[in-house]
């Protein structure tokens, strides 16, 4: 049975920082492109970023260029997001997915997906 196991949400204070981490076991990690999406209360569930099975590229939601970054370490199976600047709309439960493609992460058709991870930012 796959596993992916998100960790690292909280409550943060606008403004501050988090880092989520994705740990990923019983499949060939690295052959999958990773993501994260988040869902907050009343919404949709929308893509944040996305990263390709090697690492080589990755791709980000409007609202979260230029401070969230996503990145990968296909020797320990693990994706991470690094926050930046959060705001209280960043308030939402992330989770973490692994698809064959970055069309199927654009697509909202993951393969696998993680139980999620709270992350509060308010003061």
């Known amino acids: 049975q796959v596993h992916l196991v998100e960790s690292g949400g909280g409550l943060v204070q606008p403004g501050g920082s988090l880092r989520l981490s994705c740990a990923a076991s019983r499949f060939t990690f690295s052959s999958y492109a990773m993501s994260w999406y988040r869902q907050a209360p009343g919404k949709e569930r929308e893509l944040v970023a996305a990263i390709t099975a090697a690492g080589g590229s990755s791709n980000y939601a409007e609202s979260m260029k230029g401070r969230f970054t996503i990145s990968r370490d296909n020797d320990k199976n693990t994706v991470d997001l690094q926050m930046n600047r959060l705001k209280p709309e960043d308030t939402a439960v992330y989770y973490c997915?692994?698809?064959?493609?970055?069309?199927?992460?654009?697509?909202?058709?993951?393969?696998?997906w993680g139980q999620g991870t709270q992350v509060t930012v308010s003061s």
């Open positions: 997915a692994a698809a064959k493609s970055l069309h199927d992460i654009v697509v909202g058709t993951p393969e696998y």
